[in-house]
């Protein structure tokens, strides 16, 4: 599958442990190198002064105020920023980059990690070290997909990345035609839009993690179930799918548009079917058909056959591809404006597990 790799090894020169630059693969199929980081070696005790902790204060575990989880349980050597807007994390992360940090610990939900990664490489560039995800948030479904557990602390992520436990994930890179791009793992559009609502009127009420995940998704099959013919839920939208290798454009009518990267999702949903490597992207024509059947199984991660024929489309490891979706997008729980967008799996990010 691949023709050549090559692996380079940068030396340091303060006595900090040896950093590898990323592997290139090259495709057999005419696409670019598919760039792996290099897994760290395991490192001879970082010193907690590398270490960068991004808290937001603002996330719900942070707002109730439990003094043993503030600011992720970060020592006092750590390097720990608070940034109340996307500029002030901006500032921050040049800083960690300035100071060699060598572990970025995330502390919030999806979308304290989606600003994070959107911002990183602004300041790392290449050299992007290993980001650790104390989960915060609401719903954390990237730290459920990494298997971190609730009560996980920058100390814990320090000594994981000494003892060399990593993995990676590829983002979710969506480009603007303002040429700013976002890095998240949960994108969707039309009636996820919609769904995503109900899950902030679900937070509003006390339900958080897997349960306003669950009565979400029941709030949205009953919204399209009852709704007449010209409501919005089952007219979906028109969405524009281009192909940026092929050229190949289509336009649909969907009723829904759901793309991730991650293995494994919230209450042992799979609505993207088997998944595998890459983007997986599930697509609903509108207005969807036997969804009294057809929901049980989509969730369950049953795919082709009579779902296809009814209108129910899984790809896997999806290309590059422009699309234009009127209605705007929900990435990681934020909700983005209509527009053109360039969406495709990034290059991945190594992350520090328990």
């Not at 005419?30 to 290099?38: E, H, I, M, N, T």
């Not at 990237?142 to 590829?170: F, K, V």
């Not at 548009?257 to 999702?265: D, E, F, I, V, Y």
């Amino acid at each position: 599958m691949t023709s050549f790799f090559k692996s380079v090894a940068l030396a340091r020169t303060d006595g900090a442990a040896l950093v590898r630059a990323p592997l290139a693969f090259a495709r057999g199929d005419g696409r670019d190198a598919l760039v792996v980081p290099f897994p760290l070696p395991p490192l001879r005790g970082i010193n907690p002064s590398r270490v960068g902790v991004i808290s937001n204060p603002r996330s719900r575990r942070n707002r109730q105020g439990n003094p043993v989880h503030r600011r992720a349980g970060a020592t006092s050597e750590m390097l720990v920023a608070e940034p109340a807007t996307k500029d002030a994390l901006a500032l921050a992360l040049a800083d960690f980059a300035a100071r060699g940090v060598e572990l970025i610990v995330v502390d919030g939900g999806d979308g304290t990690v989606r600003d994070v990664l959107s911002a990183a490489p602004l300041a790392f560039g290449a050299a992007m070290p290993p980001v650790a995800v104390i989960p915060s948030g609401k719903t954390n479904a990237l730290a459920l997909d990494l298997g971190i557990p609730w009560d996980w602390s920058a100390g814990d992520a320090q000594a994981a990345l000494t003892a060399g436990r990593l993995d990676t994930r590829q983002p979710v890179e969506i480009t603007g035609e303002d040429s700013v791009t976002l890095r998240g793992f949960l994108f969707g559009a039309s009636a996820f839009t919609r769904a995503t609502d109900l899950a902030q009127r679900t937070h509003d009420i006390g339900a958080f993690g897997g349960v306003a995940v669950g009565l979400s998704v029941l709030g949205a099959v009953l919204q399209t179930m009852f709704a007449g013919s010209g409501n919005a839920w089952r007219a979906g939208e028109r969405v524009r799918i281009a192909g940026v290798a092929d050229g190949t454009a289509r336009e649909h009518d969907l009723y829904l548009l759901l793309g991730s990267t991650l293995r494994r999702l919230p209450i042992g949903l799979k609505p993207l079917g088997q998944g595998g490597e890459g983007l997986n992207i599930l697509a609903v024509e509108a207005p969807p058909r036997l969804l009294p059947l057809a929901v049980p199984a989509i969730l369950a991660g049953r795919e082709g056959g009579w779902l296809a024929r009814a209108g129910y489309h899984h790809r896997h490891d999806a290309p590059h591809s422009r699309l234009t979706l009127p209605g705007g997008f929900v990435l990681d729980g934020e909700s983005y404006p209509g527009g053109s967008y360039d969406v495709r799996a990034g290059e991945p990010i190594t992350f520090v597990t328990p």
